[in-house]
């Protein structure tokens, strides 16, 4: 079964700080995504990656940043921490290119509150 | 670009009663739809997905949905809630143009009642 492991599920930083969120996936897939769950918004994109060192801003990209050096791995950066950044963030992967044939499979979430 | 709109933010039912979530989705080409749940403190996990072939698509758990192209809609139905259906339901859009990355809309949190 594949398993996409988010580092923390809870967090809390200060506002201004550098944040990093942690995605690990055991199952060689090419894509990985970073979305955020707001209630009433559902999830929205921020970044993906289908490929090693290779990103792709989502829709809502502005004030943070990714990286990707290993397949497996894919890093969340909010360069400094704002107030509005407090969100759950949703990592998730996916098989190949063919999105439409190869489900979505996501981590836990991390709930990150910025004070 | 494409987007969905869930109608509804809140959905209750009886348990046993027939369960429908709405979807609607906007799209320029033809469309790959999708529908994901949460549970409570999870993540999501994919309930069904319409890739073209059939209109009626079953999935998990007894839930299946319609894809109508003429309604542009691809709604969600169970003919009999279960308590273990209380979730968050996404229903999600995505193409084979552009970027490979699905639009998920605001979702749709089903209660059942005993």
């Known amino acids: 079964d594949v398993k996409v492991t988010q580092s923390s599920r809870y967090l809390v930083k200060r506002t201004g700080e550098k944040v990093f969120l942690e995605c690990v996936q055991d199952?060689?897939?090419?894509?990985m995504f970073w979305y955020r769950q707001d209630p009433g918004l559902g999830l929205r994109l921020i970044y993906f990656?289908?490929?090693?060192?290779?990103?792709e801003k989502g829709d809502i990209p502005e004030g943070y940043s990714v990286s990707r050096e290993k397949k497996e791995r894919f890093s969340l950066i909010l360069e400094s921490a704002s107030t509005n950044q407090t969100s759950m963030y949703l990592c998730?992967?996916?098989?190949?290119?063919?999105?439409?044939?190869?489900?979505?499979?996501f981590g836990n979430g991390t709930r990150l509150t910025v004070t | 670009a494409q987007s969905v709109t869930q109608l509804g933010s809140h959905v209750s039912v009886s348990e046993g009663a027939l369960v429908l979530l709405r979807c609607n989705y906007s799209?320029?080409?033809?469309?790959?739809l999708f529908w994901y749940v949460q549970y409570p403190n999870q993540g999501l996990q994919l309930l069904l997905k319409?890739?073209?072939?059939?209109?009626l698509v079953k999935g998990i758990n007894g839930f299946e949905a319609e894809f109508k192209k003429s309604e542009t809609s691809f709604h969600l139905t169970k003919p009999s809630a279960h308590m273990s259906d209380a979730a968050e339901y996404f229903c999600?859009?995505?193409?084979?143009?552009?970027?490979?990355?699905?639009?998920f809309g605001s979702g749709t949190r089903l209660q059942v009642q005993p």
């Open positions: 998730a992967s996916s098989l190949g290119t063919g999105i439409y044939n190869s489900p979505l499979h």
């Open positions: 199952m060689d897939h090419e894509n």
């Open positions: 990656s289908y490929d090693v060192k290779m990103k």
């Open positions: 799209s320029s080409v033809p469309p790959y």
């Open positions: 319409y890739t073209s072939a059939a209109t």
């Open positions: 999600a859009v995505t193409t084979d143009t552009g970027r490979r990355a699905l639009t």
